[in-house]
Each structure stands twice: as structure tokens, then as C-alpha cells.
């Protein structure tokens, strides 16, 4: 079943409902997300409902039980990630593409921004600044936006080491961080098992975490001490990298702020290499990316 289809059969069963039971469909309609990754018991003290009531309301809904109902939230949360059925879909509305693409990565742009709290920003510089290492993690997409991370830090001449899937997997790679270190980990739909792991794993080693994700029921949040969230859809490819580019360009630009002339000296090293014509061709104008 769609998520079109699930909500529209939640708001119709809706209908007659007692209060609790309507409440609980609400929150339903409105967490979507949250409610298909988080347990039976978790969403019943966020409702301060108990877990019977939930099951019932699952009955009323028109499913045998709880496990059901969350199954079928979860099938209508990966479909809205799944890039063929993406595909499936725009085809199916004949819609103008180009626009509806336009029109989502503003509203990106603008979900993420109300999201950032300038007390979180503050508290991500600070602990940058004091870790010993700073690991860059992510997997498939998301390893873009760990990447651009790292090379940013790279340039204020930070400590960082990029941690994606390559020789090794990411818990092997997870090993090696340690106290004092700090793991920033983007993670957007669908969510890897093997990242979840590897931040576990550096967690348990003493290292802090910072998460950059799309929702407070990404498995990475349970393990983090700061959580970031942007805003990441997209109608084609999955998830969008738009929102988390713009919210990495906006940390570390205060972080190079804040840093003074740490990060000013090293960025005019930095700018040096832009006149080694071994590297770049000798057009005016040039800027490091």
C-alpha cells in the first residue's frame, strides 16, 4: 500500500472514532516515519496510551494487530524512497518534473533552516574544536555529504579522516575511534544497518556522535549526543542532498568564524596551492572548491 493510499484509509476509518483512538491516528498521519521505525512501546509513552489501546486501534484501523499496521507504515515510507516506484510514480502523473523538483529543494531549503537552532550550532563548533579526530561518516548518498564535511575541515587544517564503505566496512573502520574523537554521521532514507553499527561501536569506544539526518527515528539518534535534521525530498533518486549541503556550508562556516586565526592561516595556506599550475590551470579568478 502507498502512503497516499494509508493515509487516505487512516483519515476515512478516522471518522466516528472515540477521542483516544482519534488521537492516536493523528499522531499516526503526522509521524508517519516515526511511528513505522519506533517501538509499540515507545509510541504509547510519546501518546501516554497504553500498548492495548494501540493494538486496538490497529483492530479498528482494519488490521489484525499493531505489527501489521506497522508493517504497512514502513512498506509505505520505503516506497517514498524507493527510486522505481519514484519513477513509477511521476510517470503515472505525467507531472511537469523540472518544476515539482524546483518547488521541493526551496522547501527544503527552508524546512532545514527553521531546523537549525543557533545553540546547536555553537555546541557542534565547540565540540569539533576539542576532539582529537573527527571522523566523516556515511554511506551511498549520504557519503557526499561526509565528504564535503571533510574537505572543509580538511581546509581549516582540522584533523579529520573520511569513514565510507570501501576496503573495509564501516564497523572494522569503527574500531579505531576512540575517547576524545568525534564521529559527524549523515544518514538519510533508508537507513544501513552497517552505519547504525559502526556509530554504535564508536560510541561504546568513548568517541562522541553527532548525527545529520532527516528525523528523530533514524537508528543513529539513539547513539548520538547532538542530532541535526534536514529536510530531504525529493520526487526521483531517493532522498535529496540539498538541505544537508546547505546545513553543512552553514556549520562550517561559523566553525571557520569561530576558529579566528586558526582557520584563517590555514585557509591562506590552503590558497597557495592555487598557484601551482601542477594542479590548476592559471585562469584568473580561480577559487578553491
Known amino acids: 500500500m502507498e502512503a497516499g493510499q494509508l493515509q487516505e484509509l487512516l483519515r476515512e476509518k478516522m471518522q466516528g472514532m472515540p477521542r483516544k483512538a482519534r488521537r492516536v491516528v493523528e499522531y499516526l498521519l503526522m509521524n508517519m516515519r516515526e511511528a513505522a521505525f519506533r517501538s509499540i512501546g515507545d509510541v504509547a509513552d510519546e501518546l501516554g496510551v497504553s500498548k492495548a489501546q494501540l493494538v486496538r ?18 512498506s509505505a515510507v520505503l516506497g517514498q524512497v524507493n527510486p522505481a516506484a519514484m519513477l513509477a510514480r511521476v ?14 529543494e526551496h522547501a527544503n531549503l527552508d524546512d532545514t533552516w527553521t531546523q537549525i537552532k543557533p545553540d546547536d550550532v555553537s555546541l557542534f563548533c565547540s565540540k569539533i574544536q576539542e576532539a582529537e579526530t573527527v571522523y566523516c561518516a556515511g554511506w551511498g548518498i549520504s557519503s557526499v555529504v561526509a565528504e564535503s564535511l571533510f574537505i572543509r575541515l580538511r581546509t581549516m587544517g582540522l584533523r579529520a579522516i573520511l569513514m565510507t564503505r570501501s576496503g573495509m566496512t564501516l564497523q572494522e573502520q569503527a574500531r579505531a575511534v576512540k575517547r576524545g574523537d568525534l564521529v559527524v554521521v549523515c544518514e538519510l532514507p533508508s537507513f544501513v544497518i552497517e552505519v547504525t553499527e559502526a556509530v554504535e561501536i564508536a560510541q561504546r569506544n568513548g568517541a562522541g556522535i553527532v548525527s545529520i539526518t532527516d528525523s528523530p527515528a533514524a537508528p543513529i539518534c539513539r547513539f548520538s549526543d547532538l542530532s541535526f535534521f534536514v529536510s530531504a525530498t525529493s520526487p ?34 590552503q590558497a597557495q596551492f592555487l598557484h601551482d599550475e601542477r594542479i590548476f590551470h592559471p585562469v584568473f579568478g580561480l577559487k578553491y572548491s
Not at 486501534?57 to 514502513?74: P, T
Not at 535529496?240 to 586565526?261: C, Q, Y
Open 57 to 74: 486501534v490497529s483492530r479498528m484501523l482494519g488490521f489484525d494487530g499493531y505489527s501489521q499496521l506497522k508493517d504497512a507504515l514502513k
Open 91 to 104: 510517470l503515472d502523473n505525467r507531472q511537469d518534473l523540472p518544476v515539482t523538483i524546483h518547488r521541493l
Open 236 to 269: 526521483m533518486f531517493g532522498s535529496s542532498i540539498i538541505g544537508p549541503l546547505f546545513l553543512v556550508h552553514i556549520l562550517t562556516s561559523v566553525l571557520a568564524v569561530n576558529m579566528g586565526d586558526p582557520a584563517r592561516m590555514a585557509l591562506e595556506e
